[in-house]
């Protein structure tokens, strides 16, 4: 590996070349306050420019640093503030920062690189920020629900309303057909697992035939673990042109997540307590049943069929069973205990979590317990190393919903339960459901879903500074870390539960375990020339990473319970399904920044090379280049500053997991096992999708700071997307994994943040971000094909040149008689907008958050389950009215009846917030700096023409292209907190 | 800088160069298997014993699987049963209507090529077997080359004129030739008599067992015996081309397990069961709800007092579905365990009379003839038919009654003496399919057109 060879030795001549510059050092001490206030501002990091020497200041905004012998400049940064220069003689050991309040984060920096950065003054990509004051203004049930609706191009969307988790990130439109639609998430520089591994309750729903895992599931991935009030800030890199320095892995965008540091000075403790409820938030709602209305749809045929229906309708009495299933209210809270603080040399950011999400019925919830600790270590004034360390804990009950074949899940037997039928239970005997096989209320209290985590993640980070010279600097990173969690999944079907004789082998349980270890090690170098001229600053870094993911996954599903037990082997049916995934990659890149004119121009290109045991060829290494521009121009008429930039970038999609193999089947006969080739071919040169992004764009900062505008166009090209084509049966095989297929995503992003009032006491912050994105398949070499839902008839979407990646096909009748199938509308939204708007005054603040979603359509398979039952609330014995209108029309060849708009426009986030006066925050001591109380709620309110529960929901989890399937989904909540906060 | 610094420095120095190295190296540890399906990889090039073993398994199961739908489809095809399946009108639409190449049509293809396949790895496969014996791997290959046979000639019987792909491709690219009727046969043929050479170099034993469905057939020399029964019907197919294939066909059932001193039920068997991973019967459904129904000319047609139709059905509840009635019932197998023959006595019988008659031998054919109606159907002989049609007309009877929903062989044996015309049709939309299409995966492939040759 010639390569390697090359940056090895360039690294120990480096070093080498270090060894002989010793350098004599000084001291340098000082502080940093803000303008106007004059307010001392701790944990503000101050550096030497172009050197690896900083700190940070301390509680009175005091600092003190080693610095070289001779003539430096000092910048001192701090979130919220715009960064101060200052040039210290050599003779000079006293300075003062007064720095400026930055409430648009201007001059916040912006990844560029693996471990380099540049301010967003200059950044040539729209990488997008959320801090972690943004993070956390509202509660949020996981991580990705506090992202949602805060980025321009960013969509975060819910599967269904079941707490702990289940969300889809996706940045930028469709990126895959085929492949895995998760980003790349990295936590402190370790590529975390997004994992959605399946529950296993198909076993029960039998939602895919076989009772195979199936993700009909409704599983958690599993970012939901990370707490987000140990986040510092998240980094989004929405497409190729900003993320192809992470190379194969980053066609969907990559986010980074970085968390809170520790900072010199005594311990700053932050106590946060929440205590909130939760309700559900949207009812489907069910017909009037009238007695004839009874006999015109069920048609008793005999006298004694209609006795029958008499008795079960009784005196016509009736049960909400939506609002009795869903009608916790059980507690809520979140415990939230942090510190930070340490000496120059050390130190420490600690934190725990405890949190209970209750759902709204009985059973379900989601708990978690966390517990932090990031240590920062200076060896020398030479030599700095962060370790952080994550545990997380926990364990969620999400109940059984979604599509199945057994009339199990709560959403697949109320359609068919009329609100007449009575399913309470009687001396705690659970009466048969007469219309379906399970009674809703007994699967709800007796059926256990269960699924626990306990996770840990470990990173640590040395940067050693081989010299800082006036001139030249060079800086060498090591990073190394792992993502370790076991995951284990109990489901527990016990043999009285009225479902439970179908198969013949009543009781089920079903105990999955899986494991997965991610682990990475990377190493670079940074070097930074800039010339006695100043004409330029050249930021050189290059460097080598290697990842291994390992899954290890299987499930024992045993059936034919001995009464009472539930362990694996008490039972007359066992089987196991195991699965394993191992990945190895070795990616080297490298990188060349040059910011000249005055720091108005940056020039960037890079390229990374990336191999993987996914490829067919795993010795082959794959390019993705990068190349970037940005100019500042000065100001102009009102516009303090515009930026105009332009990225291009390519970046890959790992070929999916075991496409490569021409695996063979195993076969049992006559006692013995056998092996026989499979079906599907994989194709040995398999190599990961492509993306090519250019990307394009216009800052402008106006009046004097008070005004961004950011507007980006880009159009994603993605080729070599993996498919499955036919082959000749003669060959042995049905078909076979291929490259082949290109799509295209255009779309344009908008942000604008305003501060229309800014005063000592006073600010308002005012931000709408706007996007809209459109995707055509370009290239199809093979024939259109269904993806995901169930049929054309009921809605399915489709593949095919020239149309939308997310287009919803459907039969529909032409007055030839025909029924061909026909586009009939595209998941894919019009645009999405979002409104947030945070107003301090004194001690008050109030904050909002409203998303609107203008189109996209949903298959609703719950209201045609609803109608196919003659018990949808709009569906009587009248044939006009509209329920029947719909089914009859359905029935006659129009899937278009059950396409349906899911425009929406939610209220995310409110809080309102009450910062304690000093006489009252003496009540929790002396040393407290200051206590906050806030009130807030999640998902308030929601404004859409869908008549299904929610519509962000997907059946089918995580997809590429078939989200908005609804089938029986988890209902909707909106959440209320009071939240408690004080720091000391 | 003092000298202990320095060292400090060289030894991290030191430590961030191993660090550097131990990140990239690791060049030669990407390798990562399948670590969830055997591959082809691991048993193509010098299998073990216990390779070969599961090899010989996959080959017969996949003959298992691709049977019980074959038999089931010829039987709805030739009128001797239905599938009144209410879920999938196709049962009704496409085998009794018009078969479609990309749906029901092209069903009795791949199945047959994936097994064909198998055939061939295990033939590869097995060559460079450093762990059997040069007989062990005679008698394997062989074996191989017998299944590879037995799933050709149920493609040649399902597809007859439209053809008969001459072999499994080596890769999706190079497709073999498609042979035209005759030359599949010929082809077919030619390889059994490879297999029986093989068969014959093949020692005292297999390196592997056969599932229990073999009894007496799983040594080199009884399982030739089993090639030889399959031997004959290809050349009884092969009979209107030349009267030597009814006498090939004469000398092959001599060198079978055919025996009228025998049961009629002696012979080889696919065996069912409900272990994990295991087959049931396919063809079995409970009796009380099953759609499988008789064809209503089954009892029509019947002799009065034939054992074999008391044997093999019963009255049920009636069932209707697309203007189909039939209450006609299906007990010839009694349970979702029960074998289903792949071959054996009672056919050979009737096959030995059907050479016979080929060759014009009439009173040896009525002989076999005969001894099937007295010992299957427990009826009287039939003595004075005198002319070949009369032979035919009887063998063909025989036939259906002997081998009723465990054998496509009526259809087959119809179109071999061009009398599907005589199969009832039950509506006027209904048609006698003449073959299966080639399935329409295979025709795009070979860009939307085969001309067999």
């Keep these: 590996m010639r390569f390697t060879r090359v940056v090895l030795l360039a690294s120990s001549l480096a070093l080498a070349a270090a060894s002989a510059a010793a350098q004599q050092q000084r001291r340098i001490t000082g502080r940093v306050v803000a303008e106007g206030t004059s307010e001392p501002l701790p944990a503000t990091s101050v550096v030497v420019a172009g050197t690896g020497l900083g700190t940070r200041t301390n509680d009175a905004g005091e600092f003190s640093l080693l610095a070289p012998d001779a003539d430096v400049q000092l910048i001192a940064r701090r979130i919220g503030y715009k960064q101060q220069t200052v040039r210290v003689a050599r003779e000079q050991s006293q300075v003062t920062f007064t720095l400026d309040r930055d409430v648009l984060m201007l001059e916040e920096q912006v990844v560029t690189g693996e471990n380099t950065s540049v301010s967003r003054r200059n950044a040539a990509n729209d990488v997008a920020v959320v801090s972690n004051v943004e993070l956390t203004r509202a509660p949020s049930p996981t991580l990705e629900n506090a992202m949602a609706g805060k980025v321009a191009g960013v969509t975060v969307s819910q599967n269904s309303g079941a707490p702990g988790g289940g969300l889809q990130v996706q940045l930028r439109g469709v990126t895959t057909i085929n492949g895995s639609t998760d980003p790349l998430y990295i936590v402190d520089g370790v590529i975390v697992s997004n994992d959605a591994i399946a529950s296993g309750a198909n076993a029960i729903t039998a939602a895919a035939a076989g009772g195979n895992a199936s993700n009909q599931d409704n ?114 809270y979140e415990t939230d205990l942090s510190a930070r603080g340490g000496t120059d040399a050390t130190r420490y950011f600690v934190s725990g979590l405890l949190k209970r999400d209750a759902g709204i019925m009985s059973g379900t919830g989601y708990d978690k317990q966390s517990v932090r600790a990031n240590l920062s270590q200076t060896f020398s004034s030479r030599l700095n190393v962060d370790v952080n360390t994550n545990f997380i804990h926990s364990n969620t009950r999400r109940g059984l919903t979604n599509n199945d074949n057994s009339g199990t899940s709560y959403y697949m037997v109320l359609p068919f339960t009329p609100s007449f039928a009575r399913l309470q239970p009687v001396n705690g005997d ?13 699967t709800r209290d007796l059926l256990q879903n269960v699924e626990e985590v306990y996770r840990f993640t470990g990173a640590a980070n040395a940067r050693y500074s081989v010299f800082a010279r006036e001139r030249q600097t060079l800086e060498l990173n090591l990073n190394g870390g792992i993502d370790q969690f076991s995951q284990r999944n109990d489901i527990f079907s016990p043999n009285e539960l009225l479902f439970e004789p179908q198969d013949g082998l009543p009781g089920t349980t079903v105990r999955g375990a899986a494991g997965n270890v991610n682990s990475n090690l990377n190493f670079s170098a940074v070097h930074t020339f800039t010339p006695a001229s100043g004409f330029l600053t050249a930021t050189t870094s290059a460097g080598v990473q290697r990842e291994r993911r390992d899954l290890d996954d299987a499930s024992i599903l045993t059936r034919g319970l001995i009464p009472g037990q539930r362990a694996v082997n008490q039972g007359s049916s066992v089987s196991v399904l195991p699965n394993r995934e191992l990945v190895k990659d070795l990616a080297f890149f490298a990188q060349e920044e040059l910011l000249t004119l005055g720091q108005r121009l940056l020039v960037t290109g890079a390229v990374r090379a990336d191999r993987s045991t996914n490829n067919g060829d795993i010795n082959k290494f794959y390019y993705f280049p990068k190349a970037s521009a940005s100019y500042r121009m000065p100001a102009f008429r009102g516009v303090d500053e515009a930026k105009l930039r332009v990225a291009f970038g390519q970046s890959g999609l790992p070929a999916i997991y075991g496409s490569k193999f021409t695996s063979l089947q195993t076969t049992v006969y006559d006692a013995g096992t056998g092996v026989q080739t499979g079906l599907i071919a994989g194709d040995p040169n398999i190599r990961p999708e492509r993306q090519t992004e250019l990307e394009g764009g216009i800052d402008l900062e106006m009046f004097g700071g008070r005004s961004l505008l950011t507007v980006t166009g880009y159009q994603k090209a993605i080729r070599d997307l993996i498919l499955l084509r036919n082959l000749a049966p003669t060959s042995g095989f049905t078909q076979q994994y291929f490259n082949g297929a290109a799509l295209r995503n255009r779309g344009i992003e908008a942000t604008v943040a305003l501060t229309p009032l800014s005063t000592t006491t006073t600010t308002w912050i005012s931000r709408a971000t706007f996007s809209r994105n459109v995707s055509v398949i370009t290239r199809l070499p093979v024939p259109p094909f269904e993806t995901g839902g169930f049929g054309a008839n009921l809605g399915a979407f489709r593949i095919e040149q020239g149309k939308s990646a997310t287009q919803i096909v459907g039969h529909t009748l032409l007055s030839d008689g025909s029924q061909p199938t026909v586009q009939l509308g595209d998941a894919a939204p019009d645009f999405q907008m979002s409104f947030s708007n945070d107003l301090t005054w004194g001690a008050w603040r109030l904050y909002g958050l409203v998303d609107w979603k203008k189109g996209g359509d949903i298959i609703n398979l719950t209201q045609f389950l609803y109608d196919a039952a003659g018990n949808s609330k709009d569906y009587s014995e009248d044939p006009n009215s509209p329920g029947q209108v719909r089914f009859n029309r359905w029935a006659q060849g129009f899937t278009k009846e059950y396409v349906q708009d899911g425009s929406f426009v939610k209220v995310r986030e409110v809080s309102l917030g009450y910062t304690l006066p000093p006489s009252v925050t003496h009540v929790f001591g002396g040393r407290t700096r200051s206590a906050r109380l806030e009130l807030s709620g999640r998902n308030l309110l929601t404004f859409t023409p869908y008549v299904g529960l929610d519509p962000e929901v997907s059946n089918f989890g995580n997809q590429a292209i078939a989200r908005n399937i609804d089938v029986a989904p988890y209902p909707p909540s909106r959440s209320y907190f009071l939240t408690l906060n004080v720091e000391f | ?200 170099a093949g020692g005292a034993a297999f390196s592997f067992t056969l599932p229990g469905g073999f009894a007496g057939f799983d040594t080199p020399a009884t399982f030739l015996q089993f ?47 409900l272990a994990a991973g295991d087959q049931s019967n396919p063809l079995y459904q409970d009796p009380a709800t099953t759609n499988f129904r008789a064809h209503p000319s089954v009892l029509d047609s019947a002799e009065a007092g034939d054992q074999r139709v008391a044997r093999k059905t019963t009255i049920g509840a009636p069932k209707t579905y697309q203007g189909l009635t039939s209450d006609i019932v299906f007990t010839v197998y009694s349970s979702p365990t029960a074998p289903i023959p792949i071959v054996r006595n009672e056919e050979l019988i009737l096959l030995r009379a059907q050479a016979n008659l080929g060759l014009n031998n009439l009173a040896a054919a009525m002989r076999d003839i005969n001894y099937v109606r007295v010992h299957s159907a427990g009826l009287a002989p039939k003595q004075n038919l005198t002319t070949a049609i009369q032979v035919r007309d009887q063998l063909l009877h025989e036939k259906r009654y002997s081998l009723l929903w465990e054998s496509g062989s009526r259809w087959v044996d119809m179109r071999l003496y061009g009398l599907l015309g005589n199969l009832p049709r039950d509506l006027p939309t209904h048609k006698v399919h003449p073959n299966f299409p080639i399935s329409q995966d295979e025709v795009l492939a070979r860009g939307g057109s085969v001309h067999c040759q």
């Excluded at chain 1, 004694?304 to 079960?312: G, P």
């Excluded at chain 2, 209507?97 to 049509?105: A, S, T, V």
């Excluded at chain 2, 009979?239 to 066909?249: D, E, I, K, L, R």
Aim: hydrophobic letters at 40%.
């Design chain 1, 219 to 332: 599983p958690v991935n599993r970012i939901a673990d990370f707490n987000p009030a140990d986040i510092e800030r998240i980094e989004i890199l929405k497409g190729a042109s900003a993320s192809a320095i992470y190379g194969s892995k980053a066609s969907n965008g990559v986010i980074i997540i970085t968390t809170k540091r520790g900072s010199a000075g005594a311990p700053q403790f932050s106590f946060l307590q929440r205590v909130g409820t939760q309700e559900l938030s949207n009812e489907i709602g069910s017909r009037h049943w009238t007695l004839p209305g009874v006999y015109a749809y069920f048609g008793p045929k005999t006298a004694a069929d209609t006795a029958r229906y008499n008795a079960l309708y009784g005196t016509g009495a009736t049960t909400d069973y939506e609002k009795l299933l869903f009608d916790a209210h059980d507690p809520s």
């Design chain 2, 227 to 273: 090639n030889r029964a399959i031997k004959a019907r290809a050349e009884i197919y092969l009979g209107p081309t030349g009267a030597a294939h009814f006498t090939n066909a004469l000398t092959a059932l001599g060198e079978s397990f055919v025996d009228t001193t025998k049961s009629l039920d002696l012979g080889v068997y696919h065996l069912y069961s």
């Design chain 1, 430 to 442: 659970y009466p048969a459901n007469p219309f379906e096989r399970s009674n809703p209320i007994q």
């Design chain 2, 1 to 200: 800088m003092t000298t202990t610094r320095r060292a400090r420095h060289l030894a991290l120095h030191a430590a961030g160069l191993l660090v550097a190295l131990g990140t990239v190296q690791g060049c030669k540890d990407t390798l990562v298997p399948d670590l969830n399906n055997p591959s082809l990889e691991g048993i193509i090039s010098n299998p073990t014993r216990a390779q070969v073993q599961t090899m010989a398994r996959g080959i017969l199961d996949g003959n298992r699987t691709a049977q019980g739908g074959f038999i089931r489809d010829l039987e709805i095809i030739g009128r001797d049963a239905y599938n009144l399946d209410a879920a999938d009108p196709r049962w009704v639409t496409e085998l009794l209507i018009n078969l479609d190449p990309g749906g029901f049509g092209g069903r009795h293809w791949g199945d047959r090529y994936r097994n064909v396949k198998g055939a061939d790895i295990m033939i590869t496969s097995v060559s460079s077997s450093g762990a059997l014996s040069a007989e062990e791997k005679s008698a394997a290959i062989g074996f191989a080359q017998t299944f590879k046979a037995l799933d050709l000639l149920a493609v040649e019987e399902a597809h007859d004129t439209a053809g008969t792909a001459a072999d499994a491709s080596a890769t999706a690219d190079e497709l073999t030739p498609i042979l035209c009727r005759d030359n599949a046969l010929l082809r077919i043929s030619a390889l059994l008599d490879t297999a029986k050479t093989n068969l014959q």
